[in-house]
């Protein structure tokens, strides 16, 4: 699988994740999210800036529960629990947001 952005071929595992996460800009993300059928907003960026910020930070994607906590201290109660997330990201955290975040693929998830 592969998408376009920037004039590039970037390439995708067969369920859509990035093969190299070097290659992830935001042109990417847009490119990806659309195989998601995801529009996005500034709202779904919030999560994916986070995701790759919390990623950076300790070196692994961050679990629901965790992400969840860094949602509210954040954006408050009303944008951090997994049904704000689920309707954003109809796939959820995890197989969703990660993905067009440009993280990497968890264990287990296909």
Known sequence: ?????????IELSEAGWLENLDEWTPEVAVEIAKNEKVELTDEHWDIINLAR????????????RAFSKQMKKRYGKDRSDSKYIYALFPYGLIKSANKIAGLPRPKGCS
Do not use: I, R, S, W
Not at 1 to 9: F, R, S
Not at 53 to 64: A, D, M, Q, S, T
């Open 1 to 9: 699988m592969q998408v376009e952005a920037n004039g590039k071929t």
């Open 53 to 64: 910020e919390l990623f950076e930070e300790h070196g692994k994607v961050c679990e629901p």
